[in-house]
């Protein structure tokens, strides 16, 4: 399966309402996200192909995150990180993952300080 295919279009548009589903309450779903974020990598390291697609999945669970478990998280994949390699494709959702989890690229809401 690859990311343009139809299938995992619709799988990550399931991860998606799913994790619309888990609610704003960050607190109250919090074990269970970061469980979900933790049985996911596991997945993706023991994979042989495409395991890094569950990664690409993983995102759309990225904002139901508290920041202390996204440092948790991060520090649970590095210790997988080396099962996760491959090829550049690969590679490019493993960072794009990463980045998430560091909230790399996320707009900034805050209005402007006055100078």
Known sequence: MDRASGEFVRVQSLA???ALNLGIDGAKNREAVVNIHRWGIEQ??????????????????????????RKEVLAFLGTKTGSLGGGQEEQQILNSYIGALKGLGKK???????N
């Open 108 to 114: 900034d809401k805050r209005r402007p300080q006055p």
């Open 16 to 18: 998606r309402k799913m």
């Open 44 to 69: 993706a390291a023991e994979s042989a192909v495409g395991g890094n697609l569950m990664l690409e999945l993983l995102k759309e669970f990225v904002g139901r995150l508290m920041p202390n478990d």
